[in-house]
């Protein structure tokens, strides 16, 4: 997994959309960069729900939020769509982008072993370094931490 001080990777991705999109446009400004399992899961939603919640304190401080997963740019749209959310949510369908940032992990579930997402949060500067890395997120309360942290920036 990519630690503090690693660059942020130039990775090809999807919007929800279905339109390419690229980390690299966020270059020159700090960017959040949060991972999540599956879109429209407990957790995940509640995750995208408070990034959405904490957005304009992030764009206030102009920091954008981008969520990123494996799954297809249709169901992120209909993901943001059923919920209101309005972070960026970014699909990694062929699953490089995980690879990249170190978050295509084995776990493991009543002993069954499988690969995955880990959900994992990244705050890279303005200069593109890893500020601050969360490798194992708990969603209560991450955003706001992560929200403290961009402002000390």
């Given at each position: 997994?990519?630690?503090?001080?690693?660059?942020?990777?130039?990775?090809?991705?999807?919007?929800?959309?279905?339109?390419?999109?690229?980390?690299?446009?966020?270059?020159?400004?700090?960017?959040?960069?949060?991972?999540?399992?599956?879109?429209?899961?407990?957790?995940?939603?509640?995750?995208?729900?408070?990034?959405?919640?904490?957005?304009?304190?992030?764009?206030?401080?102009?920091?954008?939020?981008?969520?990123?997963?494996?799954?297809?740019?249709?169901?992120?749209?209909?993901?943001?769509?059923?919920?209101?959310?309005?972070?960026?949510?970014?699909?990694?369908?062929?699953?490089?982008?995980?690879?990249?940032?170190?978050?295509?992990?084995?776990?493991?579930?009543?002993?069954?072993?499988?690969?995955?997402?880990?959900?994992?949060?990244?705050?890279?500067?303005?200069?593109?370094?890893?500020?601050?890395?969360?490798p194992q997120v708990k969603?209560?309360?991450?955003?706001?931490?992560?929200?403290?942290?961009?402002?000390?920036?």
């Amino acid at each position: 997994m990519l630690e503090s001080g690693d660059a942020l990777p130039e990775v090809a991705l999807k919007d929800a959309d279905g339109a390419d999109f690229n980390l690299s446009r966020y270059k020159g400004a700090p960017v959040v960069v949060y991972f999540y399992p599956k879109a429209d899961t407990p957790g995940c939603t509640n995750e995208a729900k408070d990034f959405t919640e904490l957005a304009g304190d992030f764009a206030a401080i102009g920091v954008p939020v981008v969520g990123i997963s494996k799954d297809k740019p249709a169901k992120l749209k209909k993901f943001a769509d059923k919920y209101g959310l309005t972070v960026t949510l970014a699909s990694d369908e062929p699953g490089d982008v995980c690879e990249a940032f170190g978050t295509w992990v084995e776990k493991s579930l009543y002993g069954r072993k499988y690969m995955g997402i880990a959900r994992a949060t990244f705050l890279f500067d303005a200069s593109g370094k890893a500020a601050r890395v969360w490798p194992q997120v708990k969603v209560k309360g991450h955003a706001a931490e992560v929200l403290e942290a961009a402002k000390a920036l």
